[in-house]
């Protein structure tokens, strides 16, 4: 699997605002369908958000929808995680991933995933 790293996160009040980045270790993520995913303590890992890698489209766990946007910066080979309106419940590890999969399936949790060290967002109350 591709070696991403992630940036970004910290201590912020609900309501805030927080911005993730995701880095590779040396290659183009332009081709690559990126994820963004959590885990919440105590919780499993699910999907975040997820772009495509031509057309820019993306798709969002229905939890974010509508405070979460995910775009790129090619020239600067990153993918972004804005996250507004931040609530307790976003509370976790945000981790970032390249999928080989369909943008339909990008959010999917699989058993083959392996996961680096994230970024801990936590928000408080």
């Known amino acids: 699997q591709l070696q991403l790293v992630e940036s970004g996160g910290g201590l912020v009040q609900s309501g805030g605002s927080l911005r993730l980045s995701c880095a590779s270790s040396?290659?183009?993520?332009?081709?690559?369908?990126i994820g963004w995913f959590r885990q919440a303590p105590g919780k499993e890992h699910e999907g975040v958000s997820c772009?495509?890698?031509?057309?820019?489209?993306?798709r969002y766990a229905d939890s974010v929808k509508g405070r979460f946007t995910i775009f790129r910066d090619r020239a600067k080979n990153l993918v972004y995680l804005q996250m507004n309106s931040l609530k307790p419940e976003d509370t976790g590890v945000y981790y970032c991933?390249?999928?080989?999969?369909?943008?339909?399936?990008?959010?999917?949790?699989?058993?083959?995933?392996?996961w680096g060290k994230g970024t801990l967002v936590t928000v408080s109350s």
């Open positions: 991933k390249a999928r080989s999969t369909s943008l339909r399936r990008c959010l999917y949790i699989y058993t083959t995933d392996n």
């Open positions: 040396g290659f183009s993520l332009d081709n690559e369908i």
């Open positions: 772009i495509g890698s031509s057309d820019g489209n993306a």
